[in-house]
Nanobody, 117 residues
């Protein structure tokens, strides 16, 4: 399994960015795709994830500002980030996981999001 993330960059506070992540390879049809982030000096944390059926989960810090979606036909997950804040700065990692007899967990290479004026 390979995950290719894109869409990071430099944005001013209040601005928007859209991240994309394409999964390739062989994986279980029913799965979670999501985004995690790691800010400098902090642990990696969940931003949002979404099931194959469209059930979503968000970190409290991004609720109402970020929106996760996926296109199952394209094996792609998106993260629309609006009203960005300084504290949203970090490396955003795409994640794909499922559990069939055991946990399968895959990560993309990360894309940097910098919120700065």
């Amino acid at each position: 399994v390979q995950l290719q993330a894109s869409g990071g960059g430099l944005v001013q506070p209040g601005g928007s960015l859209r991240l994309s992540c394409v999964a390739s390879g062989s994986f279980f049809r029913s799965n979670f795709m999501g985004w995690y982030r790691q800010a400098p000096g902090k642990q990696r944390e969940l931003v949002a994830d979404i099931t194959t059926g469209g059930i979503t989960r968000y970190a409290d810090s991004v609720k109402g500002r970020f929106s996760i979606s996926r296109d199952n036909a394209k094996n792609t997950v998106y993260l629309q980030m609006n009203s960005l804040k300084y504290e949203d700065t970090g490396v955003y990692y795409c994640n794909l996981r499922w559990n069939v007899l055991r946990e399968y967990d895959f990560w993309g290479q990360g894309t940097l999001v910098t919120v700065s004026s």
